[in-house]
């Protein structure tokens, strides 16, 4: 079969049937008993098991499976959403569609200019009911809105991720890389990778808010919009790869070939991959390609592991005590050490150090939604900058002391070299930072009861969230 074309969503031609069939199969997947691999309910749980849901034979296995902050979220999530295309794809030919149905992507941050509406919620995915009257598969009330506009800011939808040159990075204090940090077999906790961060983190909490599917691993998969999201997230994947040759995959065979995925394609068989494998994606299942995105050229694999430009970093500040996010605005004081100047006289003139604010031990339960983190100088006349958007997805998965990571909570790192030199931290005369944390909204009683959903409940706790310690690094 030829291989699959992904289109953006945005731009295809108004008698496209794209997401017609899409909403058809969703309600056939939905049919299908939580023991079927190719029902909507056992999909979903491949991500993540509701905490409701029950054990079925084989969800040992194959459940609460999904990579989070980790080297293999590209490659885990490239081999999800196949299988998935392939569920879907198959559902639409048996239903009497086209046999080539690919998954579109979401491209939210497509310049408004090109593209007025890239942000908001494509038309299809908005109303409960269809024209003729009868329930729309692809709607979820589970949205912080339901017409479409979420107001994501230019800060969720950057693309700075691109930006980065290693795919993983595992100096402490400094961002884990364009593809996140080296792990093992890792459903969450620890650092995010640059793309996982913004715009996959923040798009998923500014749409789950904090009480909707989209917000929390456990329940993502259940909102029809998470496949054209990730959908995305995965083209990023190849523009970034394609952007420039120096973009390589980690040639470590930790990577490549040391840990082996398990799934069902689109007839309930199951398969296995491994990272490398999903390096060409003519060659996943089906094969896919995507619309406006060049082949990808792998170069060849580097003899050496890359290791990071520059020196090690260093401490130069520290949050005294845990920080609890409360209320509206939260801020926190960041002592700093004046003896670690940005600008050192022992280097060549000119010569700057990159600044990395790093948050670490991020805890706490329910799903408190996005932060706006800035910083500000307590002393000087100017309002605080905004550094950019804290949205713990995942939050009570790393904090569980029983999961995987023993509950040392998420990791965020936001380089912020433009603004330490603006504020004048070079100067050394500064010993004191405040950190601010706004929170973005709270729709905590915005979603009442849901018709045919009851068996997925959101998690009923009210938020909690802590910061461990907040660091300042030079490197
Ligand atoms: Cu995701």
Known sequence: MATRIRKNVWTLPANDETLIWYERAVEALWDRDLEDPTSWFFMGAVHGQPQNFPDIPGSGQFWNQCQHQSWFFLPWHRGYITAFEAVVGKAVADLGGPQDWAL?????????????????????????????????????????????????????????????????NDTPGFSSGFGGPQTGFHPGGGDNGALESTPHNDIHVWIGGSGGFMANPATAAFDPIFWLHHCNIDRLWEVWRNADPSH???????????????????????????????????????????????????????????????KEPELAGASEAPV????????????????????????????????????????????????????????????????????????????????????????????????????????????????????????????????????????????????????????
């Open 104 to 168: 579109p992507y979401w491209d939210y941050s497509q310049p408004l200019s090109e593209n007025p509406n890239a942000r908001r919620l494509p038309v299809a995915f908005r109303e409960p009911t269809k024209s003729d009257g009868t329930r729309n598969f692809l709607f979820s009330r589970r949205r912080v809105v339901v017409n479409g506009d979420f107001g994501f800011p230019d800060d969720v939808v950057s693309l700075d991720a691109l930006d980065h040159e290693d795919f993983t």
């Open 248 to 310: 390589v995959s980690p040639p470590s065979p930790l990577w490549r070939t040391g840990q082996t995925f398990s799934m069902h394609d689109g007839d309930g068989a199951a398969f296995t991959f491994n990272s490398e494998e999903m390096l060409d994606s003519t060659s996943v299942l089906h094969g896919f390609q995507y619309d406006g995105v060049p082949p990808a050229v792998e170069p060849a694999i580097p003899a050496e592991e890359f290791v990071m430009a520059g």
């Open 324 to 475: 609890k996010l409360r209320g509206a605005m939260t801020t926190a004081g960041v002592k700093l050490d004046t003896s670690v100047a940005l600008i050192s006289g022992a280097e060549a003139p000119g010569t700057t150090r990159r600044v990395h604010l790093h948050l670490e031990g991020i805890k706490g339960r329910g799903m408190p939604g996005s932060y706006r983190v800035m910083l500000d100088l307590p002393d000087d006349a100017l309002p605080p900058a905004i550094i950019g958007t804290l949205s713990p997805f995942g939050l009570e998965q790393a904090s569980n002391p029983d999961g995987p990571h023993g509950g040392n909570g998420l990791a965020v790192t936001y380089e912020i070299t433009k603004l330490a030199f603006a504020l004048g931290l070079s100067q050394g005369d500064a010993n004191r930072l405040q950190i601010r944390f706004q929170r973005m909204f709270d729709d905590s009683e915005a979603f009442g009861q849901v018709p045919g959903l009851e068996q997925i409940a959101p998690t009923e706790q009210q938020p909690d969230i802590e910061i461990g310690r907040i660091n300042l690094y030079f490197d």
